[in-house]
């Protein structure tokens, strides 16, 4: 599976791709993250749209509305340059 992390302001944009060795971890969140918006896409049983923040030193992305909980998303695959997406085409 592969998940697409997007910066809205800056356009700063990430790919996680994920397998056995990597799954997906939520941990809760200690503190305050950086101040600009993303867009994470989840392609499990259709897109999840929600509102964070993304850290493009470690591949850290912060959700803040992900099943109505603040949580930290950490993926093993290192992030990758992919081509950039029109946010307003968001459903």
Known sequence: MTVDVVASDSKVIGRFRQGNRAPRRFDA?????GAFATTVEYGLNGPIWVTGRIDANDGRVVLDNFKGQRC??????????????DLAAAP
């Open 72 to 85: 930290v998303c950490r993926f093993e695959a290192e992030l990758a340059r992919v081509p950039r997406r």
């Open 29 to 33: 969140v200690l503190g305050t993250y």
